[in-house]
């Protein structure tokens, strides 16, 4: 193993990284591994080397614009189609279901899951069954397709206090 070339000035009265490392690791077992680091260590450092720059923010935002607008749609859509459980209305059980809709870059459903229940499994399931229903009438927008994203989305199911006592929400 020759002696590196330091790629920095060391300070006064003492040796290079390079070199201390290299006087640290000549005899030990390490020496395969620092010698694989030590020959990667250019490319790492060469200034072209970093990592590929994240999406400009520009485009970063309209990618999240979208995904919230297509989440808004996704919402409302459900509210129109879902259905509060006879037996929930019967025993008044209210709660909101946190669901998690994963959306595949083939546009397809991908995962659609409870984060978090409403605490009884009648309402978790009606509101699967509306996200389902509602997946199938709402387009992913133009900006989002050939990108899989993932939307999180609160179904609430609440009784209100009408003329006839209980009106579902």
Not at 115 to 142: F, I
């Amino acid at each position: 193993m020759s002696r590196p070339t330091c790629l920095a000035p060391a300070r006064p009265g003492r040796a290079c990284l390079a070199s201390r490392l290299h006087r640290a690791f000549a005899a030990s077992r390490l020496r395969p591994l620092v010698l694989a680091a030590w020959l990667a260590l250019p490319l790492l450092l060469a200034p072209g080397a970093r990592a590929a720059d994240p999406a400009p923010p520009a485009a970063e935002k309209a990618l999240k614009d979208a995904v919230s607008g297509y989440q808004h749609e996704l919402v409302r859509v459900m509210a129109q189609t879902r259905r509060y459980p006879a037996e929930a209305m019967q025993h008044g059980w209210q709660g909101t279901t946190l669901l998690h809709v994963g959306i595949g870059a083939d546009g397809e459903l991908a995962d659609l899951s409870i984060e978090k229940s409403a605490g009884h499994a009648e309402l978790d399931e009606a509101a699967l069954r509306a996200a389902r229903q509602a997946r199938l009438k709402v387009a992913v927008p133009e900006k989002l397709r050939g990108t899989a994203f993932s939307a999180h989305v609160r179904v609430r199911f609440q009784l209100d206090a009408g003329a006839d006592g209980r009106a579902p929400r």
